[in-house]
């Protein structure tokens, strides 16, 4: 159990949508951070949040954003969905700041199938 | 560009007998790894992490070793138990890099026959 939860678990959209994942962090983490892992692949960074401000963005394109809120929560935000969008995306929180244990912890992760 | 390899898509291990993971990376930039592992329909769990000023580091029965030169890591674990069939990743990112994006390899399946 790692604290950090994801709803919705499924979502089925249709191309041309607007979806919003959401996340709790682990109380306390001040980072959260976002991740697609498509089939058979490893998690791709999308970006990262630390304290309600991004700190970094991976290869992915502006109609992926987010926000990070005071409570611990945060949202992933995608508008104009591609077929390509369809995956697991998961969020991670960590407490930046304590290199030696610089853990990031996961979700179960929300599974998009875009039709 | 994939950085962070993991060459085996899959492993079979008898109960009991040593199961080695590999991973290698191309980024000479990152100085900090970890091991993931993932089950069905849950996220990924932190299992062992390395810096890359050692070259080894034990947890029980899970042991990463570092070899900076080959930019090479292999986890360990001794001995397998049933419980440990999961898929495994390998991870890295850059400490001072202002931000802790990670880098995954493509997973490992590991499958543990009793």
């Known amino acids: 159990e790692t604290g950090v939860t994801q709803s919705p678990t499924h979502l089925i959209k249709t191309r041309g949508q607007q979806v919003t994942l959401r996340c709790s962090s682990q109380?306390?983490?001040?980072?959260v951070s976002w991740y697609q892992q498509a089939l058979g692949q490893g998690p791709q960074f999308i970006f990262q949040y630390y304290r309600e401000e991004e700190n970094g963005r991976g290869n992915f394109p502006p109609r992926f954003s987010g926000l990070q809120f005071p409570n611990y929560s945060s949202e992933l935000n995608v508008n104009a969905l591609e077929l390509d969008d369809s995956a697991l995306y998961l969020c991670a929180s960590s407490l930046s700041g304590q290199l030696a244990k610089n853990i990031q912890y996961f979700g179960a992760g929300t599974r998009l199938s875009v039709l | 560009d994939q950085q962070v390899k993991q060459n085996s898509p899959s492993l079979s291990v008898q109960e009991g007998r040593i199961s080695i993971l590999n991973c290698d990376y191309t980024n000479s930039m990152f100085d900090y790894f970890l091991w993931y592992k993932k089950y069905p329909a849950e996220g990924p769990t932190f299992l062992i992490s390395i810096s890359s000023i050692k070259d080894k580091n034990e947890d029980g029965r899970f042991t990463v070793f570092l070899n900076k030169s080959a930019k090479h890591l292999s986890l360990h674990i001794v001995p397998s138990q049933p419980g440990d069939s999961a898929v495994y990743f390998c991870a890295a990112f850059i400490s001072n890099f202002g931000n802790e994006k990670l880098t995954f390899g493509t997973g490992t399946r590991l499958t543990i026959i009793p």
């Open positions: 109380s306390g983490h001040n980072t």
